[in-house]
């Protein structure tokens, strides 16, 4: 059974910085595109990092760009979000997502989540 | 930015009814627009992908339809597990936007 689970959230103060991880299991990681996807407290879903398979291309939502920096790992099935200058407002729970080969960008696979909390 | 519009925000639904869910783009992304199923405290569930096709294991029931900047997610007829919020998200150009969500609950 495909699984990905998320590590690395926690409370941090504004200003400072966190790396969530990614652990991907029962799929060939090293072939799939992944993507971030967030979720702050009662609200909707915003996408935030997008990484190809081999990670030469990636893309960033403008909310995130500059403060975040996705990655991934190959050899060790891990997939990576290292955030700096956390503000407020990137307080959400934070999902790693997997898109399909056969559909461009929807998210077939999702962690279940971990929660950051930025806050004083 | 592609905005993706959703309506209504929610809806009282009872079990059998037909439902019906509308996803507006702010311009044309073609058919790459998917939908997804949230339960409270859970990761979304994917359900429909490329606009119509239902992802594997997702019931007939299911079925989404639309191109262009206008489509819909139909449940033929609701059961108890499908209150739920759903969510239509844009996969044409980054950033992939998502829709503020349509709340299905019980009447």
Not at chain 1, 47 to 73: C, E, L, M, P, Q
Not at chain 1, 88 to 117: H, I, K, M
Not at chain 2, 72 to 92: K, R, W
């Amino acid at each position: 059974e495909v699984l990905l689970v998320e590590s690395g959230g926690g409370l941090v103060q504004p200003g400072g910085s966190l790396r969530l991880s990614c652990a991907a299991s029962a799929f060939s990681f090293s072939v799939y595109e992944m993507n971030w996807v967030r979720q702050a407290p009662g609200k909707g879903l915003e996408w935030i990092s997008y990484i190809s398979s081999s990670g030469i291309t990636i893309y960033y939502a403008n909310s995130v760009k500059g403060r975040f920096t996705i990655s991934r790992d190959n050899a060790k099935n891990s997939l990576y979000l290292q955030m700096n200058s956390l503000r407020a407002e990137d307080t959400a729970v934070y999902y790693c997502a997997r898109a399909p080969g056969y559909s461009r960008n929807s998210f077939d696979f999702w962690g279940q989540g971990t929660l950051v909390t930025v806050s004083s | 930015d592609i905005q993706m519009t959703q309506s209504p925000s929610s809806l009282s639904a009872s079990v059998g009814d037909r439902v019906t869910i509308t996803c507006r783009a702010s311009q044309s992304i073609s058919n790459y627009l998917n939908w997804y199923q949230q339960k409270p405290g859970k990761a979304p569930k994917l359900l429909i992908y490329g606009a119509s096709s239902l992802q594997s294991e997702v019931p007939s029931r299911f079925s989404g339809s639309g191109s262009g900047t206008d489509f819909t997610l139909t449940i033929s007829s609701m059961q108890p597990e499908d209150f739920a919020t759903y969510y239509c998200q844009q996969s044409y150009t980054t950033p992939y936007t998502f829709g503020q969500g349509t709340k299905l609950e019980i009447k």
